[in-house]
């Protein structure tokens, strides 16, 4: 029986026989050398960059000795996790609540990680929905209630975003409507609701993406993954507030059936929408999800959403992009991403974006009908979703989730799904 490989942390500096890197290696295992031992940015990634280096070792059971906060396992287990191999850990003495809090943090995200990594032929509009609701069910089954909406029933409802954008495949579109009872004393109405961007597969429909492009768009459903998965890792952790969860799913093809430029939708809020660019659907969806949220009257409603490259061009993939113009909420949304090591960055929104994609035949366009949808495309899909809210400026949080997938293996992340996200929106719902 082979022993785990040990790893241990220290505050010396590596012998220069390993090199520039932070790792050292003896008979038992690796020691991972860092600036300090106190959680701060700086060491926690070096922890997470080593384990990423550990990775490629191909180690089957390791078994971290000595001191580790819970801090330094949680970012050892981001950077050492893959999609396509379970490791076997043994994590270092915690408290017991911190192990607990641990052990969830890594059970929630790795369920959002696998959502997103799946095949899109296996997880279709319905089964995206099926499984969050059945998931979310198990873990608070006396709190937890949802229905789904799907195909025809869409369109006879009104809801006009998800049944265009979800028309042009065989596979029905969907919209979950989940409600978590953590406070059975209130008159009913949410605190938070939770709406997430479900696009399945996003071929780009008629505005078709190049293949390059087309290759990841199974996480096209990251928002969807990321709010049900703070969810879930809220009420592990005790979350005594009433959440609704909407999951606004479809699948995004080119068939004699889809959707096409030039198109204008009808919303239950009296906005109309032309068609200029059927790639830019994502808003599409989440303006129903939006009117739904601002009808319950819930004070806070926050979306996430793997939205536009835009947002990835200007914050790159170590960041979410955060749109608010509630400056409190803003300023309280940054401080938790902050203390939870999951960072965001706030960008430009304010009520003029709402009129930078102006149409001829309706309301407004969808997008500015030149690549990428041109200059501040993140703003101003942010502003195309304010028209959905009774009150943009105050209670609204819209998550541009640049940093929930990757498309490669890097020095942090192994390809594939982050989970980024998932950890500030649970401190926003637990800290409300």
Same mark, same amino acid.
């Given at each position: ?148 909406? @799907? ?159 835009? @947002? ?89 989730? @640049? ?13 594939? @799904? ?15």
């Amino acid at each position: 029986m082979t022993s785990a490989f040990q790893v241990m942390l220290s505050s010396a500096k590596p012998d220069s026989i390993w090199g520039e890197g932070n790792l050292s290696f003896n008979e038992s295992g690796a020691t991972i050398h860092i600036k300090d031992l106190v959680d701060n940015s700086e060491s926690l990634c070096q922890i997470q960059t080593a384990a990423r280096k550990l990775a490629g070792m191909k180690l089957s059971d390791v078994s971290l000795v000595g001191d580790w906060s819970l801090e330094a396992q949680w970012h050892f287990w981001q950077g050492i996790s893959q999609p396509n191999k379970q490791l076997n850990i043994s994590y270092a003495p915690l408290s017991q609540d911190e192990d607990k809090n641990l052990r969830t943090m890594i059970e929630s995200h790795q369920w959002v990680k696998d959502l997103i990594n799946h095949t899109p032929e296996d997880m279709s509009p319905m089964n995206l929905a099926n499984q969050v609701g059945d998931y979310l069910s198990e873990l608070a089954p006396e709190q937890v209630s949802y229905h789904i909406i @799907a195909g025809e029933e869409l369109k006879d409802k009104g809801y006009t975003g998800i049944y265009n954008v979800g028309r042009g495949s065989e596979r029905p579109p969907a919209l979950l409507t989940l409600d978590y009872r953590g406070n059975a004393e209130s008159n009913g109405t949410p605190d938070v609701v939770l709406v997430g961007k479900g696009i399945t597969f996003d071929s780009g429909g008629y505005s078709l993406k190049q293949s390059q492009s087309m290759l990841h768009m199974k996480s096209d459903m990251g928002g969807a993954a990321t709010v049900a998965g703070a969810l879930a890792l809220a009420i592990s952790q005790g979350l005594q507030k009433n959440v609704r969860l909407l999951l606004c799913c479809a699948e995004n093809l080119v068939s004699g059936q889809a959707y096409k430029l030039s198109d204008v939708l009808q919303y239950r809020n009296g906005v109309s929408v032309e068609v200029v660019n059927t790639d830019a659907e994502g808003r599409l969806v989440l303006a129903d999800g939006l009117i739904d949220a601002s009808q319950s009257e819930a004070p806070i409603i926050l979306d996430a959403a793997t939205l536009t490259g835009a @947002a990835v061009v200007a914050v790159g993939e170590d960041y979410n992009a955060l749109f608010c113009m509630d400056e409190p909420l803003a300023q309280k949304f940054s401080a938790l991403a902050e203390e939870n090591f999951d960072p965001c960055w706030r960008l430009p929104l304010n009520k003029s974006h709402q009129n930078n994609c102006p149409s001829a035949y309706a309301d407004t366009a969808n997008s500015k009908s030149v690549p990428g949808g041109g200059a501040g495309g993140a703003s101003n899909a942010a502003g195309f979703l304010s028209r959905f809210l009774n009150t943009p400026e105050s209670g609204w949080i819209h998550l541009d989730l @640049a940093a929930c997938y990757c498309a490669n293996a890097n020095s942090h992340w192994a390809a594939g @799904a982050t989970g980024s996200g998932t950890r500030s929106i649970a401190a926003l719902l637990m800290n409300l």
